[in-house]
């Protein structure tokens, strides 16, 4: 599972572990906004990597890893500032069907269940 050059660009990586694949993006000088804080472009592009991997992999779980899908709806929402520390990002596929599939994604930093953005999105499956 490879992530295209721009999720490169930001240091995401993919943790290894079973499941839905989860992205981490560590602090650095590109993903800086506010003096202290991730900027809210580098939390949405995380969450939509997420996103993204969480649908390859349901998709490959269903025999259909071959299968091309693009967005067609984002929305996100910024919970808190993102500090100056690693953030993590995961993905859950909501419902998958044959042309369209909804994907949630949430992003966090010291603690899951207090996250900095989440979002919902939509895809078109051709």
Known sequence: MMLPPYATLLGM?????EGSPVL???????????????????????????????LEHALGAEGRGDARFK?????????????????????VVSRLGT????????AWQDDRERPVAAARMNFLIG
């Open 71 to 91: 967005p067609v709806n984002v929305t996100v929402d910024f919970m808190r500032g993102g500090r100056e520390k690693e953030t993590r990002a995961a993905g």
């Open 13 to 17: 990586e993919i943790e290894r572990g």
């Open 24 to 54: 981490t993006m560590p602090f650095a000088t590109a993903v800086l906004g506010r003096p202290g804080f991730v900027h809210g472009g580098a939390l949405a592009g995380l969450l939509e990597m997420a996103a993204i991997k969480a």
């Open 99 to 106: 042309r369209i599939a909804n994907v949630e994604a949430v």
